[in-house]
Structure formats: structure tokens, C-alpha cells
């Protein structure tokens, strides 16, 4: 791990995965290997066992898994207080400083969620905005004519979104993941009355509390149901482009694999046409649960209707 990390440097990554997320995580990380090779080391925080066990099974080259117990205890008491999802909201935090301060050596970790998929090298990322101690991938850049709907949303929301974050290990880089830390373990549910968005209204304060806060200003990055009205879609030979410029990767956000051939939104957006890259991810999404079957053919990672409806009471 330690030779690993000096000889990758920027390219750590980690994310959060449960049960009825596994499929989508698995997405993820064979677009990763798709994009980057073997130059990309992911750590993985599995919230319950049976994620846990298949992929050990599965045993994923350049992947970590981070076990519960390796958790401090006024953390993993948060899951017992918590929804599952205002729980893996909280970890967000929590995993990115870990890594951080057990791992010196890796020098900049960027938290994905499950449901990204990339059609591009993230490490332009990077290369472009090397002396930020903190990316944020932000919202929507409005004008004065922008939607009124839109800017209510952020009101709500939050300017950021935290699928996609990425710290420097560096002074400022801990201060702010262990601010933000602190925060999600405080309170990370949804209560727009009281100015909380789970983990992701509290990026708005980062810039004004550190310095090195930086907007990602590379194209491409933090495209999703939310904006991608807004973009014309083109496959050329296998390069996925918005518009002219090419995808760095699109965020899923609010897909349940429901079934083999079958996603549904929790966010309830149903649109006749989706962009070309929905059909790719459901290829990809088959592929990964052939993979599980291969494996352990008694997994099942399916969300029912009871997972959905959770995510909302």
C-alpha cells in the first residue's frame, strides 16, 4: 500500500458503499480501471456485512476495504441514531479524513459516490487546479436571468455537491475535512427549514472558513439529472461528449437498481428521453450483477420498494 501510494500520488479515491448499492459501486469502479488502468488505488467503506463479505470474494485489484470496526465508536454509533442514507452521508467525511491522517503518503484523496460513472480521466482534474486544498464541484454557475427555480433549489441544496470532493493532504485539507466531519456528526439530515442538506449545505461555509477553496473549473465534471437539459449528448467513437467538450463523468444521482434490467429514480424525475449514456450504465449495471452471480449466486442487491420509500420518511 505504502509503495502503491508514492508511485500514484494524486490518484486516491474513496467511496461508500451498502447492500442495494453494490451493483452501481461495481459500475464504478470497472470505469475507473476503463479510464485510468491500474493507476488509481480506491478505498471502500462497506456499511454492512454482506457488501463487505462479496467483496472480499470479488477481491478487487487496487481496492481497500475499510471495516466497520476500524471506525472510532462515537461514529459507528451515528448508525443506530441514523437513516441508512443520513448515515452514509455522514461517512463521506469520516472516510476521507481517515484515509488522510492512517495513509501520509497518499497526497490527495477525492470521495466519489456509488452512483458516478466516468467516461474520462479525472486526473486533468488535478493537473488543472494543483495548489487547491479543497474541490468543489459546484451546482450551477447563475446569471441574473437564471431560473428562479434553480436558484431556489440551491437555497436548499447547497451550492455544492458532494459526490464528488476531493482534498490535498495538507494543512488546510485536514482542517477542512475535520470541519466538515465535525458538522456531519452533528446533524446530517434534511431539514431546509433549519439550513441543513445532510452532509452537502455545509460545503457552502468551506470558502469563506479555509483558504484553497477552489470551485473545479475543468468541463465535463458534475453533470447529472439536475442539469442535463441543459447539454447536447454525442458518442464520438466511444468518447462521450457534452456539448463539445468531452465527460469527465455524469452523476447518476437518485438510480435504484430495482432488477436486472431495471433502474428506477428515488428523485421521481421521470423523463421520456434520457441522455444516450442511461442505456451504457444499464449495460454496465448487467454486467456488474453478472459478475456478482458469477461469484455468489444467492447476493441479491436489488432495492425493493420498501428501500425507495425509506429513503423519503
Request: glycine content about 6%; some cysteine; charged content about 30%.
Amino acid at each position: 500500500m505504502e509503495s502503491e501510494a508514492k508511485m500514484m500520488d494524486e490518484n486516491f479515491f474513496c467511496t461508500i458503499l451498502s447492500k442495494t448499492r453494490l451493483y452501481q459501486g461495481l459500475a464504478l469502479l470497472a470505469s475507473l480501471k476503463k479510464v485510468m488502468g491500474d493507476e488509481y488505488y480506491i478505498f471502500i467503506h462497506c456499511i454492512d456485512e454482506e457488501s463487505y463479505t462479496l467483496l472480499k470474494k470479488i477481491n478487487w485489484k487496487n481496492a481497500k476495504l475499510i471495516h466497520e470496526k476500524n471506525l472510532a465508536k462515537r461514529i459507528v454509533e451515528r448508525k443506530n441514531e441514523r437513516k441508512v442514507h443520513e448515515y452514509c452521508w455522514t461517512l463521506k467525511s469520516v472516510i476521507c479524513e481517515y484515509v488522510l491522517r492512517k495513509y501520509p503518503s497518499v497526497k490527495r484523496i477525492t470521495y466519489l459516490d456509488s452512483d458516478l460513472y466516468f467516461w474520462g480521466d479525472p486526473r486533468g482534474i488535478f493537473k488543472n487546479q494543483p495548489d487547491c486544498s479543497v474541490l468543489l464541484s459546484i451546482e450551477e454557475k447563475y446569471s441574473l436571468r437564471a431560473n428562479q427555480s434553480i436558484q431556489r433549489r440551491s437555497k436548499i441544496t447547497g451550492l455544492y455537491n458532494s459526490g464528488f470532493i476531493s482534498f490535498l493532504q495538507d494543512e488546510i485539507g485536514l482542517q477542512a475535512v475535520t470541519w466538515w466531519k465535525e458538522k456531519c456528526l452533528e446533524n446530517c439530515k434534511i431539514a431546509p427549514e433549519e439550513g441543513i442538506f445532510g452532509d452537502q449545505k455545509y460545503l457552502d461555509e468551506l470558502p469563506g472558513l479555509f483558504p484553497g477553496i477552489c470551485d473545479i473549473t475543468t468541463p465535463g465534471v458534475n453533470v447529472g439529472p439536475w442539469n442535463e437539459l441543459k447539454y447536447q449528448f454525442s458518442n464520438d467513437d466511444g468518447l462521450i461528449l457534452v456539448d463539445d467538450q468531452l465527460l469527465i463523468f455524469y452523476h447518476f444521482s437518485g438510480l435504484r437498481v430495482t432488477g436486472k434490467n431495471n433502474l428506477q429514480s428515488v428523485n421521481r424525475i421521470n423523463r421520456k428521453r434520457r441522455p444516450i449514456i442511461y442505456q451504457l450504465y444499464r449495460d454496465a449495471i448487467v454486467e456488474a450483477i453478472e459478475t456478482v452471480e458469477r461469484i455468489d449466486p444467492t447476493f441479491n442487491g436489488f432495492a425493493d420498494e420498501v428501500d425507495i420509500q425509506r429513503y423519503w420518511d
